[in-house]
């Protein structure tokens, strides 16, 4: 099993380009999220669907949009990127049931906005 | 005030020592708890869950204060390959959510 998937690893971009982060896990898992991680401020949610077809903001979702393709896909898209989103972003996935609250993480994305 | 806070460190020990890191949450109805370990340019992977009666695992023991509302973990007999960053992790009761601290870095040094 490959678990979570991420691309690309890393992207440059300027100011007012737009991007989409594609994320995919083959764990059957239920509940899929979008995390960006900066220095000293930890990992804080963006998005997250809790469920096939449902999608729910995070703690910092301006900026951003996302798609919960099917059970196995969940993509972030920056529509007009500025340098504030220079950031390590992380997808994760949960089964998200009584038994695990477990979150797998993908490998990030390492992206820069200049 | 942060939800869960830590300090980031860095912790620098010698090989064999006994290191401790606490962490503090807000919310006095969060209902679970978690240590995930994060190596350098790497993802976050479960280290271990954290029960309010206490757990080992192996070297590591992470203990709950319900009271104090702080969760700790000791890692005893360190060894280099323990060198991360260690995330405080407490689930949200009121959103189900999960909520990161911003980590502590530990170093472990020959």
């Known amino acids: 099993n490959a678990g979570v998937t991420q691309t690309p690893k890393f992207q440059v971009l300027k100011t007012g380009q737009s991007m989409t982060l594609q994320c995919a896990q083959d764990m059957n898992h239920n509940s899929m999220y979008w995390y960006r991680q900066d220095p000293g401020m930890g990992l804080r949610l963006i998005y997250y669907s809790a469920s096939e077809g449902t999608t729910d903001k995070g703690e910092v979702p301006n900026g951003y949009n996302v798609s919960r393709l099917n059970k196995r896909e969940f993509s972030l898209r920056l529509e007009s990127a500025a340098p504030s989103q220079t950031s390590v972003y992380f997808c994760a996935s949960s089964a998200f049931t009584s038994a695990s609250y477990e979150q797998y993480f993908g490998p990030g994305t390492r992206l820069t906005v200049t | 005030r942060k939800e869960v806070e830590q300090d980031p460190g860095p912790f620098n020990v010698p090989e064999g020592a006994t290191v401790a890191f606490n962490c503090t949450y807000s919310?006095?109805?969060?209902?679970?708890f978690f240590w995930y370990r994060q190596d350098c340019r790497k993802e976050p992977k479960l280290l271990m869950s954290?029960?309010?009666s206490g757990n080992e695992d192996g070297r590591f023991t992470a203990q709950l204060n319900r009271a104090s509302q702080y969760i700790s973990l000791l890692i005893r007999d360190s060894k280099l390959s323990d060198s991360a960053t260690y995330l405080c992790?407490?689930?949200?009761?009121?959103?189900?959510?999960?909520?990161f601290g911003q980590g502590t870095t530990l170093q472990v040094k020959p």
């Open positions: 919310n006095s109805a969060s209902q679970s």
């Open positions: 954290v029960y309010s």
């Open positions: 992790v407490v689930r949200s009761s009121n959103t189900g959510k999960l909520i």
